[in-house]
């Protein structure tokens, strides 16, 4: 396309020729070099002591001192453990849901049952978070949740689910996976409509029964698409979501409830603690970009699979 | 379906349809529970009566939710900011999309890799604020729709989906005379009406149940949108009581459950009203943004 001699004239008649693609393009670009690249490069404040008066060019640089605050500060520290544990529970019990249900879902043979329970349980995604934490406090009352209620019906004692330390992690781990577990499968769903079928029926002829044909039939075929997800899980480890935790804390359950994203928000936008929040979000970032990139190492080195 | 099938099979398969009944009931009667208590009086809510049927039927909490001027505006402005912002982000993606998907366009690497390092790394929330601030958009609708107008991931669907575009079509067109804009128009647009529904969904239903962004950069009530007043209400019990409306006084003060309910009914309508056309095009839209690579 491109001729080696006189390439610059030919690159800008190109350009010219398709002027309108350009033009186009324009605002979309715009929209990312300032509500992306700008707040990217604001980020330096987490290096600097902000003066909201003075700006980025007056304030004066602290260096490191906000990361060395972070790891003395008591509560960041909590906060990091609390990040931390929810992500492992999340990961541990959010992650395999949909597999195990896409599979089942898979197996069923009543076409009409299946569209049923799935356009049932793919519901719940739609709902917002803060609609979802206002259904919780009805059903989890203790005094007049239903949950409590058939508690009471095999005689155990209402339990306090949103008032209690001991509940709040697993109140926001369960309320993801009854909120996106349905909705989870559609991409395994997908991957278990494309396997080939004389598969199966190879296999039965040399007598797999069905666990074994899903063990060494299903699961390999779905193993690109788990692999492909578990890495962008990975990347969220840190970022469990600042609006699902958000709707569920209170007074009651911070102690164990909060996570760096709303850390940020209170110590940040609220107490406006402007460059130490600042740090702190840099530091989630960071350790998200190093777990995206580790994860991806070795998934490309054992399955060959890989974000990019 | 794969021939003979196994006596410890069939016991599986009633176990699983078993299961599966359990867990869609898991996932169902929440939405009962929500409903009964919003069709139900304080006190039967509060003596803890209230299943999955309205006790002491009454409308008495949708006529207050209804007779809120508050909510009202709520949900005009949830209204407002999901249809212009669904407007803006798929025009804003497409515009980059399209341009970049065609071989033609010079520096479309740059623009791609441009796109995935916002994907993979993103700002604080303290620089957006000051961003935010510095442009004077802080209470203002458009603090709600134009930080989010292209999301990057959706962004990587479109451009697949213009890639894959046969190039013939548009070699055609311009046979036929047409200009780039006109290819586009006449052409791009009518072929791409899928890819607009599916992922104008996505939008649309994320700017219905935006929060963050409101918490973040609206407080005045009057930019509220419909979420945060609705966590207004569950927060702070207040539930304000036009001192004319008398017939609510008492109830607002005993028990505001079955209110928060009716308001939740409100809030969550429009999705489950366009909840089987919404059925059609999310999964369409998921594994379209799937097959990417």
Same mark, same amino acid.
Not at chain 1, 280 to 300: A, D, H, I, Q
Not at chain 2, 56 to 76: C, K, M, Q
């Given at each position: 396309?491109?001729?080696?001699?006189?390439?610059?004239?030919?690159?800008?008649?190109?350009?010219?020729?398709?002027?309108?693609?350009?033009?186009?393009?324009?605002?979309?670009?715009?929209?990312?070099?300032?509500?992306?690249?700008?707040?990217?490069?604001?980020?330096?404040?987490?290096?600097?002591?902000?003066?909201?008066?003075?700006?980025?060019?007056?304030?004066?640089?602290?260096?490191?001192?906000?990361?060395?605050?972070?790891?003395?500060?008591?509560?960041?520290?909590?906060?990091?453990?609390?990040?931390?544990?929810?992500?492992?529970?999340?990961?541990?019990?959010?992650?395999?849901?949909?597999?195990?249900?896409?599979?089942?879902?898979?197996?069923?043979?009543? /076409?009409?049952?299946?569209?049923?329970?799935?356009?049932?349980?793919?519901?719940?995604?739609?709902?917002?978070?803060?609609?979802?934490?206002?259904?919780?406090?009805?059903?989890?009352?203790?005094?007049?949740?239903?949950?409590?209620?058939?508690?009471?019906?095999?005689?155990?004692?209402?339990?306090?689910?949103?008032?209690?330390?001991?509940?709040?992690?697993?109140?926001?781990?369960?309320?993801?996976?009854?909120?996106?577990?349905?909705?989870?499968?559609?991409?395994?769903?997908?991957?278990?409509?494309?396997?080939?079928?004389?598969?199966?029926?190879?296999?039965?002829?040399?007598?797999?029964?069905?666990?074994?044909?899903?063990?060494?039939?299903?699961?390999?075929?779905?193993?690109?698409?788990?692999?492909?997800?578990?890495?962008?899980?990975?990347?969220?480890?840190?970022?469990?979501?600042?609006?699902?935790?958000?709707?569920?804390?209170?007074?009651?359950?911070?102690?164990?409830?909060?996570?760096?994203?709303?850390?940020?928000?209170?110590?940040?936008?609220?107490?406006?603690?402007?460059?130490?929040?600042?740090?702190?979000?840099?530091?989630?970032?960071?350790?998200?970009?190093?777990?995206?990139?580790?994860?991806?190492?070795?998934?490309?080195?054992?399955?060959?699979?890989?974000?990019? | 379906?794969?021939?003979?099938?196994?006596?410890?099979?069939?016991?599986?398969?009633?176990?699983?349809?078993?299961?599966?009944?359990?867990?869609?009931?898991?996932?169902?009667?929440?939405?009962?529970?929500?409903?009964?208590?919003?069709?139900?009086?304080?006190?039967?809510?509060?003596?803890?009566? /209230?299943?999955?049927?309205?006790?002491?039927?009454?409308?008495?909490?949708?006529?207050?939710?209804?007779?809120?001027?508050?909510?009202?505006?709520?949900?005009?402005?949830?209204?407002?900011?999901?249809?212009?912002?669904?407007?803006?982000?798929?025009?804003?993606?497409?515009?980059?999309?399209?341009?970049?998907?065609?071989?033609?366009?010079?520096?479309?690497?740059?623009?791609?890799?441009?796109?995935?390092?916002?994907?993979?790394?993103?700002?604080?929330?303290?620089?957006?604020?000051?961003?935010?601030?510095?442009?004077?958009?802080?209470?203002?609708?458009?603090?709600?729709?134009?930080?989010?107008?292209?999301?990057?991931?959706?962004?990587?669907?479109?451009?697949?989906?213009?890639?894959?575009?046969?190039?013939?079509?548009?070699?055609?067109?311009?046979?036929?005379?047409?200009?780039?804009?006109?290819?586009?128009?006449?052409?791009?647009?009518?072929?791409?009406?899928?890819?607009?529904?599916?992922?104008?969904?996505?939008?649309?239903?994320?700017?219905?149940?935006?929060?963050?962004?409101?918490?973040?950069?609206?407080?005045?009530?009057?930019?509220?949108?419909?979420?945060?007043?609705?966590?207004?209400?569950?927060?702070?019990?207040?539930?304000?009581?036009?001192?004319?409306?008398?017939?609510?006084?008492?109830?607002?003060?005993?028990?505001?459950?079955?209110?928060?309910?009716?308001?939740?009914?409100?809030?969550?309508?429009?999705?489950?009203?366009?909840?089987?056309?919404?059925?059609?095009?999310?999964?369409?839209?998921?594994?379209?943004?799937?097959?990417?690579?």
């Amino acid at each position: 396309m491109k001729r080696k001699t006189n390439k610059d004239n030919g690159i800008w008649r190109l350009i010219w020729k398709y002027k309108a693609l350009y033009l186009i393009s324009i605002p979309s670009i715009l929209y990312f070099l300032i509500f992306k690249y700008i707040p990217l490069g604001g980020s330096i404040i987490a290096f600097q002591d902000y003066n909201i008066f003075k700006g980025f060019s007056g304030s004066d640089w602290v260096g490191f001192a906000h990361f060395a605050e972070m790891f003395k500060h008591y509560d960041f520290l909590r906060i990091l453990n609390n990040t931390v544990l929810i992500g492992l529970y999340d990961l541990i019990f959010s992650f395999p849901a949909p597999i195990i249900l896409a599979i089942l879902l898979n197996e069923l043979r009543l /076409v009409m049952f299946k569209r049923v329970i799935q356009t049932v349980v793919y519901m719940p995604h739609f709902l917002s978070w803060v609609v979802i934490a206002g259904m919780s406090v009805a059903i989890l009352s203790p005094t007049t949740g239903v949950l409590n209620q058939l508690l009471v019906l095999f005689g155990i004692d209402p339990l306090y689910f949103l008032g209690d330390n001991s509940y709040i992690r697993g109140v926001l781990v369960g309320s993801g996976i009854w909120r996106d577990t349905g909705y989870g499968t559609i991409l395994y769903l997908a991957a278990l409509a494309g396997i080939n079928p004389e598969l199966y029926e190879a296999a039965q002829i040399d007598g797999a029964n069905r666990w074994k044909q899903t063990l060494r039939i299903t699961l390999p075929a779905l193993l690109p698409t788990i692999m492909i997800l578990f890495l962008l899980h990975i990347g969220k480890f840190l970022d469990f979501g600042f609006e699902r935790v958000w709707v569920f804390l209170n007074a009651l359950n911070t102690e164990n409830g909060e996570i760096l994203d709303t850390y940020i928000y209170r110590a940040g936008l609220l107490s406006q603690q402007y460059g130490y929040t600042t740090a702190v979000g840099l530091f989630k970032s960071v350790v998200g970009l190093v777990l995206v990139m580790m994860g991806n190492l070795f998934s490309r080195k054992t399955t060959g699979e890989s974000l990019y | 379906m794969y021939g003979a099938v196994s006596k410890s099979y069939k016991t599986f398969n009633v176990f699983n349809i078993l299961f599966l009944t359990l867990l869609g009931l898991m996932m169902f009667l929440p939405f009962l529970n929500v409903i009964a208590q919003s069709f139900s009086s304080s006190s039967a809510i509060t003596a803890g009566k /209230v299943t999955f049927w309205p006790v002491d039927f009454t409308l008495i909490n949708y006529e207050y939710v209804f007779s809120d001027a508050s909510i009202w505006r709520a949900f005009g402005v949830s209204v407002f900011v999901t249809i212009a912002g669904t407007m803006i982000n798929l025009i804003a993606t497409a515009t980059l999309a399209y341009p970049v998907s065609r071989p033609e366009y010079v520096g479309r690497r740059i623009i791609v890799l441009l796109v995935l390092v916002t994907m993979i790394f993103s700002a604080p929330l303290i620089p957006n604020f000051l961003l935010i601030k510095n442009l004077h958009m802080m209470n203002t609708p458009w603090a709600l729709i134009i930080p989010g107008a292209v999301s990057a991931f959706n962004f990587f669907v479109m451009h697949s989906f213009f890639k894959q575009l046969p190039p013939e079509i548009i070699d055609s067109a311009r046979i036929d005379g047409c200009g780039e804009l006109g290819i586009m128009v006449k052409m791009v647009a009518p072929l791409s009406k899928p890819v607009m529904a599916s992922l104008g969904i996505f939008y649309a239903v994320g700017h219905w149940n935006a929060y963050m962004s409101a918490l973040y950069y609206i407080d005045q009530p009057k930019w509220w949108p419909l979420q945060v007043k609705l966590k207004r209400m569950f927060e702070t019990d207040d539930i304000s009581i036009d001192p004319g409306a008398s017939q609510f006084s008492d109830l607002a003060h005993t028990s505001p459950e079955g209110i928060k309910m009716a308001t939740i009914i409100i809030a969550t309508l429009p999705i489950i009203m366009i909840y089987p056309f919404l059925q059609r095009h999310f999964v369409k839209g998921l594994t379209l943004g799937a097959v990417k690579s």
